[in-house]
């Protein structure tokens, strides 16, 4: 593999997560793109420019991203979270009755009828208070993660909040929501509407909910342009267009800049399952390792360690119930997971910059014999991709699953080594990340961020593994009530208010720790 040199735009790589989160929400692909382009146009016409209309952009690429990890809360309400965010997508939140019929419908479809109604009833109590909730969380974390500034995190934690103040978690009225974030309020429904049922759709949507949803100024100057808007995006090349719509200045990335995005993209692909919470990191560390003891130069190692970051981005793509399944999979569950590597390298192929990566990563569950999930020949698995496949067996060997317990590191070495024996991994390649894997350095304990206690930091460990409150006194020998008090010491010192957000903070500080 030749190592790549050339810089990469921040918009390509957000476009690209914009791509991941369309698949984790039900919604073609480029549905995200589509709208960032409405509202930078809006924007234009609104006489927005420079910091004002770069924010617009970043934010409507990104204004669905906490939504993506709504799939752990809808996985509670039926077994494919992935469809029932789609079919979510044109029911008016502000509407109760309209709520009510979609839960009655949709919630707990095809379980036998007791199961049926606690899942109905669970979707009940929760509300759209928990799913706004959870976006807030995570659009704040992701925010921080990916470091793009204070005023699109800012505006990312408002795209659930409403003019009228009926929305959430912040319950912000009028213009005290920032105009990015009103800008993609009217840009999301738009769109959608507009590809669902055409401009009479899309009309009607902004009339509709004009002076409720959304500012009636930015709906009014819509109206007077959107059968243009409207029929220019049906006429543009998508990517080319979003990347020429990216307001001056074009802001690039350094090495060190894309390591640290793509590091951030590879927690929030791993969040959507408490069983793979820091499975990308480790693989790219291992993979990277491996490549140095290999021989490969710098550049190829640092391009394997990107590819390990972002190989599982396709994760999005598959319900988070399958991930979560403690019986074994159904064929239906296996064919869709066996499509994630794909879905990786499709949702980075439309990046000149990014798209060897994807091509990388989606060959990480090959074989050398061809009994991959894809049936690549080893004859067309570069010796990075043999690299990548390598660590991300040993390492999901390490990592517990919903049916099993963690290998300890020597039955997973054993498992490597059969495997090569038998042609599945290349032998040399095992040789090499054995050594690698074989005597890791002890990890110094960082002092712990935001005055968390060691109880806390306990808590937090087992929280976002998905412990119940009870399980966790179990655990540490102490009451259910105690814990109750801690994890809300937590919440009140990280600044979060669900365990989706506790979860984005340990990922961020590094506080995620296997289970014994």
């Known amino acids: 593999m030749v190592a790549r040199s050339q810089r990469v735009r921040l918009a390509e790589v957000i476009g690209s997560l914009s791509l991941a989160t369309d698949l984790a929400t039900g919604q073609p692909l480029e549905h995200a793109l589509r709208r960032s382009l409405l509202a930078v146009w809006l924007g234009n016409e609104l006489g927005l420019a420079g910091s004002d209309l770069s924010d617009v952009y970043y934010v409507s690429l990104l204004g669905t991203v906490g939504c993506a990890i709504e799939g752990i809360v809808f996985a509670r309400l039926g077994p494919d979270d992935i469809a029932l965010s ?35 009833v669970s979707g009940a109590l929760a509300g759209t208070a928990e799913f706004r909730a959870v976006c807030r969380d995570v659009a704040l974390r992701v925010g921080d993660m990916l470091e793009i500034g204070p005023t699109i995190k800012q505006a990312l934690a408002q795209c659930h909040e409403r003019w009228d103040g009926g929305g959430g978690p912040q319950r912000l009225k009028g213009e005290e929501i920032h105009i990015a974030a009103r800008i993609f309020h009217v840009a999301h429904d738009v769109e959608t509407f507009n590809r669902i049922g055409g401009l009479d759709a899309a009309l009607g949507v902004a ?6 949803h959304y500012d009636s100024q930015i709906v009014e100057r819509f109206l007077g342009v ?20 990216e307001p001056a200045p074009v802001r690039w990335l350094s090495h060190e800049e894309l390591d640290d995005m793509a590091r951030a993209v590879a927690n929030f692909v791993d969040l959507r399952s408490p069983h793979t919470l820091g499975h990308s990191i480790e693989v790219a560390s291992l993979a990277e390792e491996t490549a140095r003891g290999l021989g490969l130069a710098d550049g190829e190692a640092a391009e394997i360690r990107r590819a390990g970051f972002l190989h599982d981005l396709g994760r999005t793509g598959v319900p988070v119930a399958v991930w979560n399944k403690e019986d074994p999979w159904t064929t239906e569950d296996r064919e869709r997971a066996n499509t994630h590597p794909s879905l990786t390298e499709l949702v980075l192929a439309r990046s000149s910059s990014l798209g060897h990566l994807g091509t990388l990563a989606g060959l990480h569950h090959e074989r050398l014999d061809g009994s991959g999930y894809r049936g690549v020949p080893a004859s067309f698995q570069p010796v990075a991709a043999r690299i990548l496949a390598a660590a991300d067996f040993y390492r999901t060997k390490v990592e517990q699953r919903p049916h099993r317990r963690a290998l300890s590191p020597k039955a997973a070495a054993e498992a490597l080594r059969r495997h090569a024996h038998d042609g599945h991994l290349d032998a040399e390649v095992v040789k090499a990340l054995l050594v690698a ?21 306990d808590v937090l460990r087992l929280m976002v593994r998905g412990l119940s409150n009870r399980q966790m006194a179990e655990t540490l020998f102490i009451s259910p009530k105690t814990v109750g008090h801690h994890v809300q010491h937590i919440y009140d010192k990280i600044d979060v208010s669900t365990r989706v957000g506790a979860t984005l903070f340990a990922l961020e500080h590094g506080l995620v720790q296997e289970p014994s």
């Open 86 to 120: 789609a079919r979510v997508t044109t029911v008016d939140p502000g509407r109760p009755l309209e709520l009510a019929a979609f839960g009655l419908k949709n919630f707990g479809a095809g379980d036998p009828p007791l199961r049926r109604i606690r899942r109905v």
């Open 207 to 212: 009339r509709g909910r004009a002076g409720r």
């Open 226 to 245: 959107a059968q243009p808007l409207l029929r220019q995006l049906e006429s543009e090349p998508i990517w080319d267009a979003i990347l020429s719509a």
């Open 437 to 457: 894997a074989g005597h890791p350095t002890p990890r110094r304990i960082p002092a712990a961020p935001a005055g968390l206690s060691q109880r806390e930091l």
